[in-house]
């Protein structure tokens, strides 16, 4: 026996609070993980876990009059997307509580290496700019790809404006890449 009285090396340390964990990005294996992970990283406003959810090949569409409205979407790319998202979590109010809802999901053009989900959503992003909206609402189709990994990821994205004329996600991410 090596004596090292004192020396509490072997006792068990205090658990740590599971609620102050940051959030936990799970092996995309189904494309559904793949929605959770982005839903958890908007909720946290976790830039890392949302950009490791987009495919390398990412491309997103905005809605009609955003591309009109707004000269970014040239070239908008996973870097682009992340740059925007990034400023949009940097520009959270203090204690503010970011909150995507997707509702009527339906999943269409489902094999085994894709998965289109379409779906209406509400993002709630209470941040400190006032040139962007903080509430912003439509329809979205994202395009969910199997890699060669066995991991699925977001490679496309199409914005579509809703029939309450409400600023789109589009307009966010336009007013964040500015």
């Known amino acids: 026996l090596v004596g090292a009285t004192g020396c509490d090396v072997l006792r068990p340390r205090t658990p740590e609070d599971p609620s102050s964990d940051p959030v936990v990005f799970v092996q995309p294996d189904t494309p559904e993980t793949v929605v959770e992970n982005l839903e958890r990283a908007v909720a946290a406003r976790d830039a890392g876990a949302y950009r490791r959810s987009l495919a390398d090949a990412f491309a997103f569409t905005p809605t009609p009059d955003a591309a009109t409205r707004y000269p970014v979407w040239n070239g ?78 977001l490679a496309a994205w199409t914005d579509e404006p809703d029939a309450s004329g409400a600023a789109s996600w589009s307009d966010l991410k336009a007013a964040f890449a500015r």
């Open 76 to 153: 908008w790319d996973r870097a682009t997307e992340e740059t925007a998202t990034r400023a949009l979590f940097v520009a959270a109010q203090s204690g503010a509580v970011y909150t995507l809802r997707l509702d009527g999901q339906t999943a269409e053009d489902v094999s085994d290496s894709r998965y289109v989900l379409a779906a209406r959503y509400t993002l709630s992003v209470p941040h400190v700019r006032p040139d962007a909206p903080t509430i912003v609402q439509g329809r979205l189709r994202w395009t969910l790809v199997r890699g060669s990994d066995g991991l699925w990821a």
